[in-house]
């Protein structure tokens, strides 16, 4: 069955830096799409970035806009989101998924499958 499984959150401080992977399986990873959501408590979840099977096209949400960088590589079935000059406000669950279109998208519905998360907190 198809897994998606993301790696790399934690704690850290205000100004600082993560990276964030997300492992596929069960799936023909290069042909699909791939986007980060994030969900604060008490909130929805929202669009963080997108990235199309290629690789060629990514699409930020303008809150991470110049700080954060949504990278693939499909040789490994990962994709990967890098996380820069970080704020309070990021703090949430990022959610990794996967569209099947390929083209990635920044709607929640657009995704098929669904990692089960990992928790980032940013510190003052």
């Known amino acids: 069955q198809v897994q998606l499984v993301e790696s790399g959150g934690g704690l850290v401080q205000a100004g600082g830096s993560l990276r964030l992977s997300c492992a596929a399986s069960?799936?023909?990873?290069?042909?699909?799409?791939m986007g980060w959501f994030r969900q604060a408590p008490g909130k929805e979840r929202e669009f963080v970035a997108t990235?199309?099977?290629?690789?060629?096209?990514?699409y930020y949400a303008d809150s991470v806009k110049g700080r954060f960088t949504i990278s693939r590589d499909n040789a490994k079935n990962t994709v990967y989101l890098q996380m820069n000059s970080l704020k309070r406000e990021d703090t949430a669950v990022y959610y990794c998924?996967?569209?099947?279109?390929?083209?990635?998208?920044?709607?929640?519905?657009?995704?098929?499958?669904w990692g089960q998360g990992t928790q980032v907190t940013v510190s003052s």
């Open positions: 998924a996967a569209d099947r279109t390929g083209r990635g998208r920044a709607g929640v519905s657009s995704y098929t499958y």
């Open positions: 069960g799936l023909s990873f290069s042909t699909y799409g």
């Open positions: 990235i199309n099977w290629s690789g060629a096209g990514t």
